[in-house]
Every structure is written in C-alpha cells, then in structure tokens.
C-alpha cells in the first residue's frame, strides 16, 4: 500500500481534463513536440493526486484571461440585485435632475453633470462586481 500524504487531494476526471487540454494546447501552439504531448498526456491520465497533475504544466505559460467585456449587461444585471438597484437610483435621480430643469426652465443643461457621475459610479460598480466574480471562479491548473 502507497504512503498516503493528508494534504494530498485526489484528482477528479474533470481536473484531468482540464490538465489535458492545457497539454494539448501547448502541443497545438508548438511548445511542446508530439512525443512530449504523449508522454505527459500518458501521466496526466494515469495521475491519482492534484499536484502530480501539477507538475506537469508547472513549466507552461499561464493561458491569458479573456477581457471581461461590457460589465453592464442584462445577465450581470440579473445575478446581482445591487446592480440593479443602483441602474433605478440612477434612472430616479437622473429624471429628477431633468424634469426639474425643464420646469424651472433654465437655459444650460446642468443635469449633464450629475448624470455623467452617476453612469460613471454605475460602470465602476459593475466592473468591481464582475471582477470580484472572475477571481471567485477563476481557477488555477
């Protein structure tokens, strides 16, 4: 019977996967030789904890993370409510500023101002949410 370490974890087929296909895509990019890609392809499925699944992407290049996109969308605005309560202030206040300019007639479009630092408070609160969101789900080889 093998010495089991506690700290070890047992690599389900999904971390295998994972770990295959970032072999295989360093085969496709060229940096590694087809032999290479077998031989580590061979110990990747026949590895029974994480850090031996570890080991053998240690020396491969980290894959970049897409950009994130728009952070204001409708899906990030139905996973999170805070979201969404901070577009109704922001519409609420921006009404207000309009309708209260157009009765008192001024000349100059002055709710410009608060609009623009009320959407630009929006697209900040929406990037930090989505940024706080990758890193939770981000996960390493």
Sequence with gaps: MED???ARLRAADADRERVATA?????????????EVEERLTHVYAAKFTDELTALTADLPRPVPPWPGFPLSRAALRRHPALRLH????VAVAVVAI?????LGAG???PAFPMFW????????AR??????RARTAVPY
């Design 108 to 110: 100059f479009f002055w």
């Design 87 to 90: 577009l109704a202030v922001v």
């Design 4 to 6: 089991i370490h506690p």
């Design 99 to 103: 309708v209260r300019w157009a009765v």
């Design 128 to 133: 930090v949410r989505s940024a706080r969101e």
């Design 23 to 35: 072999v295989q895509s360093a085969g496709t990019e060229g940096r590694l030789t087809l032999d």
């Design 118 to 125: 009320l959407v630009v408070s929006l697209f900040v609160h």
